[in-house]
């Protein structure tokens, strides 16, 4: 294995749970609602997974899609954040492990920038020298991974050279190859049976696993 001088971890799914779809339809459904609009949840479902903007909405009811994206960004932080306060998004067990590396650690998310400081104060997590969410704007949106600029721009906070990124989904595999690193892969259980078109450089069943690999290498 490689001599990393840094690791970067992606948040949700990796560091803690992943969001609950329900409160992030609830979120978008609010948001249009903030306008004066009523939406049925179907119809702004296909926005959670990957965050487009639901523009043949947005042009039926005459909104601006940068006022909308400010809006629906501001709900969806703060309906996470409730959520958590009630028990939702709980850091896994093995995050713990992070404490034994002895490299600098950052991390980028695609989860707004307000949400991911939201969840590590919440949650006591200072294991970070640098982090980056998307910023609540389209450009941001934008930029969000598979994109590698919020992790070039981590990487450069970092000083790092050979900086391994990991995450829980195809899309993190791919923005650490544009961004020239490797990658891994964390197997966790909402991925247990990903299929995934890309291939990683390594693949954990958990952080232990994977700290204890990065340590042996050093």
């Given at each position: 294995?490689t001599?990393?001088?840094?690791v970067?971890?992606?948040?949700?799914?990796?560091?803690?749970?992943?969001?609950?779809?329900?409160?992030?339809?609830?979120a978008v459904?609010d948001?249009?609602?903030?306008?004066?609009v009523?939406?049925?949840p179907?119809?702004?479902?296909?926005?959670?997974?990957?965050?487009?903007?639901p523009?043949e909405?947005?042009?039926?009811?005459d909104l601006d899609?940068?006022?909308?994206?400010?809006q629906r960004?501001?709900?969806?932080?703060?309906?996470?954040q409730a959520?958590?306060?009630?028990?939702?998004?709980?850091?896994?067990?093995?995050?713990?492990?992070?404490?034994?590396?002895?490299?600098?650690?950052?991390?980028?998310?695609?989860?707004q920038h307000?949400?991911?400081?939201?969840?590590?104060?919440?949650?006591?997590?200072?294991?970070?020298?640098t982090?980056?969410?998307?910023?609540?704007?389209?450009?941001?949106?934008?930029?969000?991974k598979?994109?590698?600029?919020?992790?070039?721009?981590?990487?450069a906070?970092?000083?790092?050279?050979?900086?391994?990124?990991?995450?829980?989904?195809?899309?993190?595999?791919?923005?650490?190859?544009?961004?020239?690193l490797?990658?891994?892969?964390?197997?966790?259980?909402?991925?247990?049976?990903?299929?995934?078109?890309?291939?990683?450089?390594?693949?954990?069943?958990?952080l232990r696993?994977?700290?204890e690999?990065?340590?042996?290498?050093?």
């Amino acid at each position: 294995m490689t001599e990393y001088d840094a690791v970067v971890f992606d948040n949700d799914g990796v560091i803690v749970e992943p969001s609950d779809s329900d409160v992030l339809l609830d979120a978008v459904v609010d948001a249009f609602a903030a306008f004066d609009v009523t939406v049925d949840p179907n119809e702004v479902e296909a926005s959670i997974g990957d965050d487009p903007v639901p523009r043949e909405l947005l042009q039926k009811h005459d909104l601006d899609p940068e006022a909308f994206w400010h809006q629906r960004e501001l709900t969806a932080s703060l309906f996470q954040q409730a959520h958590t306060r009630d028990g939702g998004k709980a850091v896994y067990e093995d995050v713990d492990a992070l404490a034994a590396l002895d490299v600098p650690l950052g991390l980028v998310s695609n989860n707004q920038h307000a949400t991911v400081e939201f969840l590590l104060a919440h949650h006591g997590l200072d294991y970070f020298e640098t982090v980056y969410g998307r910023q609540p704007t389209l450009a941001g949106a934008a930029r969000r991974k598979p994109e590698a600029h919020y992790l070039k721009n981590a990487l450069a906070d970092l000083g790092a050279a050979t900086a391994l990124y990991v995450g829980d989904s195809e899309t993190d595999v791919i923005a650490a190859h544009r961004a020239g690193l490797d990658s891994a892969f964390l197997r966790r259980e909402h991925v247990r049976d990903a299929a995934l078109d890309v291939e990683p450089t390594y693949e954990f069943s958990d952080l232990r696993e994977l700290v204890e690999t990065v340590t042996n290498s050093q």
